[in-house]
């Protein structure tokens, strides 16, 4: 099969700087590894987590399954961010993504792992 070529990426587009950890590194206890770990996970809250043994299979799996639960069992765990949440449902279209009011077409469940709001 051919590779497409891509475009170059535009200069004008801003982009992060996302932490990559290898999870080797800190069974192992880096202390730059750990360092680097805790300043993603407190400044950006998020990192790419390589070498963590994860089936990608089961994720895929999972996130089907979970996307797939009736959407009024979903919506009890509403993302809430006008509330300053990002954990939860987010429903699909809920965003405007540009000046001609476009909607988004993401749908994702975020968990925390530290439970920080009561549901009825």
């Known amino acids: 099969m051919a590779r497409t070529q891509l475009p170059p990426f535009p200069d004008n587009v801003s982009v992060a700087n996302i932490a990559t ?33 994860v089936d990608s299979q089961f994720m895929f799996d999972l996130a089907d399954e979970t996307l797939n639960l009736p959407f009024d069992e979903l919506i009890k765990y509403d993302v809430e961010f006008s509330d300053g949440g990002y954990f939860g449902y987010k429903v699909a279209g809920d965003q405007v993504v540009d000046e001609k009011g476009t909607a988004d077409c993401s749908q994702f469940y975020n968990i925390s792992s530290i439970t920080t709001r009561q549901t009825a």
């Open 21 to 53: 950890v290898d999870y080797d590194d800190l069974v192992h206890e880096d202390k730059a590894a750990s360092q680097t770990l805790y300043e993603a996970a407190t400044g950006y809250g998020f990192f790419y987590l390589k070498n963590h043994y």
